[in-house]
């Protein structure tokens, strides 16, 4: 059987990326392919596209020039992350089947035959090596929901594929929809602390909220999302992601799945927002290797930290394993008058077995913070909206915007255990169970817009809540094949209930109970601490509870090169609201049932290119009117909202990207005022976003690696009886782009230089004064690592260095789109941290 290698040239990928992505110049080829080995030592480059393992065995034995013998049908669901770099036809055999089960041996003459040397085990995250030239390339027995991570792409920034939810690991040429995998890689070399600092790699995400405010806070793909309404997921579990300042210490993978996703992840809680897109947070697992790994870091102003991951893996076939992660860090930041402590623990346990695997995980974080950064409000006072004709500019990142003393604290315990075993070669079942307390005690001190001059004051109150969350899922994957078609089902029953607990001050502003002038936002003075009335308990105000069903089918022709999916999912949500004094009242109950369906669509004309489309809705549990309206207490309707996507991935053998054309619509509430006086929330037309995004990761040549994305927005107010329609939406820039790179330098080996750019375009601050905008800004950011090996015991020790904002740049952030809520920008901030591996 003879095999003809077909591989397509990157530099038209380098071409593109350079126009595209702010003239990042064309790349030279990749790869050459040397003279066919005569013998089996000799050595070549290899640049070998990710694919089914046969094809890619196919490929390379037709590079090498040796013949192979073997049964693809033997091969069947297997996997590989390809081969880049120089080998030898024995080496690079080696490389290919490692941890498959398989190997190649020499028959004679060159000709090689493949023989199974063990059962296929279940496929296992491999551990990273910081010291390696070239990324790990991995094999993996994908099951239906296997419990093997998928392979790392070349550079080792991000994975070959993710989780999707319903559908189960996923690569990502096999996926419908637009994901990106961040890898533990990528946590450990930017020095992320929490999951915001690797969404700030998203050219669709912009992140409203800085590091030392009182909650996290982004908009994905122009719609907003807070993270405390539980629309992230923990190991694929629906609301057990933390509800704040997730910790990334304990993350293995951060699983980006952009766009609407009811089908694949079920009903977003609370509407605080799934609908641009959602993160599957992967714990780390213990690797076969033991690790024991202290890392110490530094961030200005004088935080000081350490960090502390160990694992191990027991028994004859290493079927046990334990992985903890223990991190502190306290000190000043750069932030004047602020303080900041924050605490992290978590365990894995897990057993894999040949056809059972199981795993819990138990977390805890703890945060203090003193002189919170404030935001600035400027629908905050009556009046005031009315005569503003322009957002003040931006005062300097040395401001303080806070009262020193303010404070806010938060603390979150969660568990969880999940588990499944294989019914069938072809049949997997899994289940999983989790629950998780989040609590927070805080002043409120957001600085209130008082003029068009910059005038501001303040209005101080105090607040303390806590939100329960019980998750739970359970389902099956099913392979089979009627003919020449094949079958993925899926089935996925879930359930998920939220509560939120508050005191009065909160609901109802008390504290002070007056605003207080306080000069200007570009120096203002603080009064001293106010007094606070007696604290009160924690009281009902909100209970949701979300059950669901949902089945789907992937049908897959022509050796899987056409994949269909059409899949639904039935949910009733049911809804408590309270108002409250002193005492707590049940105002309005609210049932409701709806049922999501999705298709999607893949084509590969080639084996590296993949064309895909979906139809997608999201269902989002209606709002409850908050008390600043007159209309307190109401409880609108489920928000079903609809997604039309189509897109063109390419993997181009070290460089992968990603073009993806979306149309997501929103209904949309509007503060109106009322005849009374005061406002009313309504329900009022829609939100428009239509889009455009293209992402690319991997290594462009040779040690340089590219992280890179651009997204365009168009973001309109339509179907709305106030006549806004055609107004520009808020938060929603028409462009973005994020382009960040790589360098192992030449000049000194193991030092690598590193630099993002991210440019936001101008946003709109509020949807009722489309005139009102945030001017664009660019940030700068850069850093370099060093890695070598200690001399006392060889193992690999890691020094990271970054700056953060490098030129100092002020700038506004949007934080809410109806109050316009403003977030001043993150000062310039030195992080430093040293990784030794004993």
């Known amino acids: 059987m003879a095999f003809k290698q077909q591989q397509l040239r990157p530099t038209a990928l380098a071409l593109s990326i350079g126009c595209a992505l702010a003239g990042l110049g064309a790349a030279p080829a990749m790869a050459q392919t040397a003279t066919q080995a005569q013998s089996g030592a000799a050595v070549q480059d290899y640049a070998i596209a990710p694919g089914k393992l046969s094809d890619v065995l196919a490929q390379f034995a037709a590079v090498a020039g040796v013949p192979l013998s073997f049964d693809p049908k033997a091969l069947d669901g297997v996997y590989s992350s390809g081969l880049q770099g120089r080998y030898t036809t024995a080496s690079g055999f080696a490389r290919l089947l490692a941890g498959s089960g398989f190997e190649a041996v020499d028959a004679g003459q060159q000709r090689h035959v493949l023989r199974r040397v063990a059962p296929r085990p279940s496929a296992s995250p491999g551990a990273n090596n910081a010291e390696a030239t070239l990324p790990s390339v991995t094999v993996t027995a994908q099951s239906a929901r296997g419990d093997g991570l998928p392979g790392v792409y070349a550079g080792g920034q991000v994975a070959r594929g993710g989780h999707v939810g319903l559908l189960g690991n996923k690569d990502v040429m096999d996926t419908p929809f637009s994901q990106t995998s961040y890898t533990s890689k990528t946590i450990e070399d930017q020095q992320a602390r929490t999951l915001v600092d690797i969404m700030a790699n998203e050219s669709s995400v912009i992140v409203g909220t800085k590091s030392g405010g009182r909650n996290d806070f982004w908009s994905f793909r122009g719609f907003p999302v ?124 897990d057993y894999r077995g040949e056809r059972v695997r199981v795993s819990a995980d138990f977390a805890h974080q703890s945060s203090e913070l003193s002189s919170p950064s404030s935001t600035l409000t400027i629908n905050g006072v009556s009046g005031v909206l009315g005569t503003l004709t322009e957002v003040p500019m931006a005062p300097s990142n040395s401001t303080v915007f806070s009262p020193s003393w303010a404070e806010g604290t938060h603390k979150i315990t969660l568990g969880m255990i999940q588990g499944e075993v294989d019914v069938t070669e072809n049949a997997t079942a899994y289940a999983a169970i989790g629950k998780q307390q989040y609590e927070a005690s805080a002043t409120d001190d957001d600085l209130l817009l008082l003029n068009n001059s910059g005038a501001v004051g303040i209005k101080s109150a105090r607040f303390h809540d806590r939100t329960d969350v019980l998750s739970m899922q359970g389902g099956a994957n099913v392979k089979l094949n009627t003919g020449p078609i094949g079958h993925a089902f899926s089935l996925n029953l879930s359930r998920i209930e939220r509560t939120y607990d508050s005191t009065p001050l909160s609901r109802a502003g008390a504290g002070t109970g007056t605003t207080i002038p306080v000069g200007s936002l570009y120096n203002p003075s603080f009064p001293t601490a106010p007094v606070y009335p007696a604290s009160q308990d924690i009281l009902p105000a909100n209970e949701i509870k979300s059950s669901s069903i949902a089945i789907a089918d992937t049908i897959s022709f022509m050796d899987e090169r056409i994949q269909f999916t059409g899949g639904v999912r039935y949910n009733k949500i049911e809804q408590n609201s309270f108002q409250y004094s002193s005492v707590s009242t049940l105002t309005s109950v609210y049932e409701s049932t709806a049922w999501s369906p999705s298709f999607a669509l893949v084509v590969k004309p080639l084996q590296n290119v993949s064309l895909y489309a979906n139809y997608i809705q999201a269902l989002e549990v209606g709002s409850v009117v908050g008390s600043r309206y007159i209309n307190a207490g109401e409880v609108f309707s489920p928000y079903t909202s609809k997604q039309y996507e189509m897109g063109t991935k390419v993997d181009w053998g070290s460089v992968a990207t990603t073009l993806a054309v979306f149309q997501i619509a929103q209904p949309s509430t509007m503060a109106v005022p009322a005849s009374g006086g005061g406002e009313m929330l309504t329900l009022d037309g829609e939100q428009r976003n239509r889009g455009i995004e293209l992402t690319a990761y991997g290594e462009l040549f040779k040690g340089v690696r590219l992280l890179s994305g651009v997204t365009f927005m168009d973001a309109t107010q339509t179907k709305n009886d106030s006549g806004r329609n055609g107004w520009r939406a808020a938060l929603v820039p028409k462009f973005r782009a994020v382009i960040g790179g790589e360098w192992d330098t030449s000049i000194i080996k193991g030092l690598t230089l590193t630099g993002r750019l991210t440019h936001t375009g101008d946003v709109v601050a509020l949807n009722r004064r489309p005139d009102l905008t945030i001017p664009s800004w660019t940030k700068v950011d850069i850093g370099a690592r060093y890695a070598f090996r200690s001399l006392w015991n060889n193992k690999p020790i890691r020094i990271n260095f970054n700056v953060d904002n490098l030129f100092d740049k002020s700038y506004w952030k949007v934080a809410h789109p109806t109050a316009g809520n403003l977030m001043k920008s993150d000062p310039r901030t030195f992080r430093l941290s040293a990784t030794m591996n004993f």
């Open 226 to 349: 807070q993270t405390y309404g539980g629309s992230n997921s923990l190991n694929g579990l629906a609301g057990m992601a933390p509800l704040q300042f997730a910790s990334t210490d304990f993350i293995e993978r951060v699983e980006v799945l952009r766009g609407a996703n009811a089908l694949l992840k079920g009903t977003t809680m609370a509407g605080h927002g799934a609908l641009g897109g959602t993160v599957d947070l992967v714990t780390k697992k213990a690797d076969d290797e033991p690790l024991t790994q202290l890392t110490t870091r530094y961030m200005s102003d004088s935080q000081f930290g350490v960090h502390a991951d160990v694992g191990r893996r027991f028994g004859t076939h290493k079927e046990f394993g334990i992985r903890f992660n223990g991190s502190y860090d306290g000190g000043d930041t750069p932030v004047d008058t602020q303080y900041s402590k924050f605490g992290t623990a978590a365990i894995n346990l």
